[in-house]
């Protein structure tokens, strides 16, 4: 275990927070914490459609969520754009980058064949179905912008700055536009489909136990390692929003949910979460009743922020991150959350959500029901919160065991 921990220490936590550090890398995480708000504003009006549904005479919201989180692929590709264009160092770009990935982006998803002159069917394709779609136009711009940023065409030029301005950004502009138009209208390739097509072997690897496993598993795995779980919002973001979307269509037209992997499922719902990432509710518990000073007083304090999935403090403070006796069972909630929700809403034990409620700080089990509409889910919190207390427990009190020795030599030294 020394000699692994040695090599997370030394050699693998700082190569991946280098590696995530790029700017390329770094722009996709960016942009995934970008379009948060406006996935949240979508959320509170999916919430208050619940109380619509006891209440009609309330007023229709619909469109709020239709022009904020029903756009999020336009929203995705400008923001994508946008922060490649910051991260990568082009300051003059930043705002033109993300403006044109908005243009390539709605004129390949404009609808061909029979929805060629659907209003619907095009902003249906701005929407969470196209995120991915979103992304590689947000990338594709990116490429673009920083490939001729890189030639700094006319710096020494004589001519006035503004011009120079102009050109700098018409011809990246026309270049984006032009390789869409020939593309799409020339080569009468349907992008939209296409992108989707690629996308969609990782989506439906992602709506399968071992997809889950891992969905939830690898961000806890880095985040134990002081990695944020934000990076990989890229991968994880499409397969959520792809499959809460499906989930909401296949209800509203009187089908059952079927895609377990969402956000809802994950982090609304907050059971692989209970806490925050790595299930640490159980852990700030135990700690409240320590016999360490220190855990204790820590836990307390920690208490209020965990209640509410706000993990932060008991990662870094217990800590978890790099701690190896508090790691492990940190990895291995994860995977026995997965597998937990997966069995009970694949046996219809608890409902599979079909509404988009992405408030993962509303404090469980009131989430658990508020996303499930399932008062199932109160027991299956209570029973899984147990099955954390038991896995955390061992390992909490062989580190216990090691605090309670540093506090009493920390006394003898204070005697002596």
Same mark, same amino acid.
């Given at each position: 275990?020394?000699?692994?921990?040695?090599?997370?220490?030394?050699?693998?936590?700082?190569?991946?927070?280098?590696?995530?550090?790029?700017?390329?890398?770094?722009?996709?995480?960016?942009?995934?914490?970008?379009?948060?708000?406006?996935?949240?504003?979508?959320?509170?009006?999916?919430?208050?459609?619940?109380?619509?549904?006891?209440?009609?005479?309330?007023?229709?919201?619909?469109?709020?969520?239709?022009?904020?989180?029903?756009?999020?692929?336009?929203?995705?590709?400008?923001?994508?754009?946008?922060?490649?264009?910051?991260?990568?160092?082009?300051?003059?770009?930043?705002?033109?980058?993300?403006?044109?990935?908005?243009?390539?982006?709605?004129?390949?998803?404009?609808?061909?064949?029979?929805?060629?002159?659907?209003?619907?069917?095009?902003?249906?394709?701005?929407?969470?179905?196209?995120?991915?779609?979103?992304?590689?136009?947000? !990338?594709?711009?990116?490429?673009?912008?920083? !490939?001729?940023?890189?030639?700094?065409?006319?710096?020494?030029?004589?001519?006035?700055?503004?011009?120079?301005?102009?050109?700098?950004?018409?011809?990246?502009?026309?270049?984006?536009?032009?390789?869409?138009?020939?593309?799409?209208?020339?080569?009468?390739?349907?992008?939209?489909?296409?992108?989707?097509?690629?996308?969609?072997?990782?989506?439906?690897?992602?709506?399968?136990?071992?997809?889950?496993?891992?969905?939830?598993?690898?961000?806890?795995? @880095?985040?134990?390692?002081?990695?944020?779980?934000?990076?990989?919002?890229?991968?994880?973001?499409?397969?959520?929003?792809?499959?809460?979307?499906?989930?909401?269509?296949?209800?509203?037209?009187?089908?059952?949910?079927?895609?377990?992997?969402?956000?809802?499922?994950?982090?609304?719902?907050?059971?692989?979460?209970?806490?925050?990432?790595?299930?640490?509710?159980?852990?700030?518990?135990?700690?409240?009743?320590?016999?360490?000073?220190? !855990?204790?007083?820590?836990?307390?304090?920690?208490?209020?922020?965990?209640?509410?999935?706000?993990?932060?403090?008991?990662?870094?403070?217990?800590?978890?991150?790099?701690?190896?006796?508090?790691?492990?069972?940190?990895?291995?909630?994860?995977?026995?959350?997965?597998?937990?929700?997966?069995?009970?809403?694949?046996?219809?034990?608890?409902?599979?959500?079909?509404?988009?409620?992405?408030?993962?700080?509303?404090?469980?089990?009131?989430?658990?029901?508020?996303?499930?509409?399932?008062?199932?889910?109160?027991?299956?919190?209570?029973?899984? @919160?147990?099955?954390? !207390?038991?896995?955390?427990?061992?390992?909490?009190?062989?580190?216990?065991?090691?605090?309670?020795?540093?506090?009493?030599?920390?006394?003898?030294?204070?005697?002596?």
């Amino acid at each position: 275990m020394k000699k692994f921990m040695h090599w997370l220490t030394t050699s693998f936590a700082p190569s991946m927070n280098k590696l995530f550090s790029r700017p390329w890398l770094a722009a996709l995480s960016s942009s995934m914490q970008k379009i948060i708000p406006f996935i949240l504003t979508g959320s509170l009006i999916y919430f208050y459609n619940v109380f619509v549904s006891f209440f009609p005479q309330l007023p229709d919201l619909s469109p709020i969520v239709n022009f904020s989180f029903g756009l999020i692929s336009l929203i995705v590709a400008f923001m994508m754009a946008n922060q490649c264009m910051e991260k990568l160092n082009h300051p003059f770009y930043i705002t033109n980058a993300g403006l044109t990935a908005a243009c390539v982006l709605m004129m390949a998803v404009v609808p061909q064949g029979e929805n060629a002159d659907s209003l619907s069917a095009f902003l249906g394709n701005l929407g969470p179905s196209g995120i991915a779609v979103g992304m590689v136009a947000g !990338l594709f711009v990116s490429v673009v912008f920083h !490939l001729w940023g890189k030639l700094e065409f006319m710096k020494e030029s004589s001519i006035p700055d503004f011009v120079t301005g102009w050109i700098n950004t018409i011809v990246p502009n026309l270049i984006s536009l032009g390789i869409t138009m020939i593309l799409v209208n020339v080569l009468k390739i349907n992008v939209f489909e296409v992108i989707l097509s690629a996308f969609k072997p990782v989506a439906a690897i992602g709506q399968t136990l071992p997809g889950f496993i891992l969905i939830c598993l690898v961000p806890a795995f @880095f985040y134990t390692m002081g990695i944020s779980s934000w990076l990989f919002g890229a991968v994880t973001t499409p397969i959520f929003l792809a499959g809460i979307q499906e989930n909401i269509d296949t209800v509203a037209v009187g089908g059952v949910a079927a895609n377990i992997v969402t956000s809802e499922s994950v982090f609304t719902l907050a059971f692989v979460t209970m806490g925050g990432m790595c299930a640490t509710l159980g852990l700030n518990l135990l700690m409240c009743f320590s016999k360490s000073t220190q !855990l204790k007083t820590l836990g307390r304090v920690f208490l209020a922020p965990s209640i509410f999935n706000i993990n932060e403090p008991v990662m870094f403070g217990a800590p978890v991150v790099f701690n190896p006796l508090l790691m492990l069972p940190s990895w291995i909630n994860s995977v026995v959350g997965a597998v937990y929700v997966w069995v009970l809403m694949s046996t219809g034990l608890l409902n599979i959500p079909s509404k988009m409620i992405q408030v993962g700080q509303v404090p469980a089990p009131i989430s658990s029901v508020m996303v499930t509409e399932d008062f199932r889910a109160i027991l299956w919190w209570v029973i899984l @919160f147990v099955i954390y !207390l038991i896995i955390w427990y061992p390992f909490f009190k062989a580190y216990e065991k090691e605090k309670l020795a540093e506090e009493a030599q920390e006394a003898q030294e204070t005697t002596i």
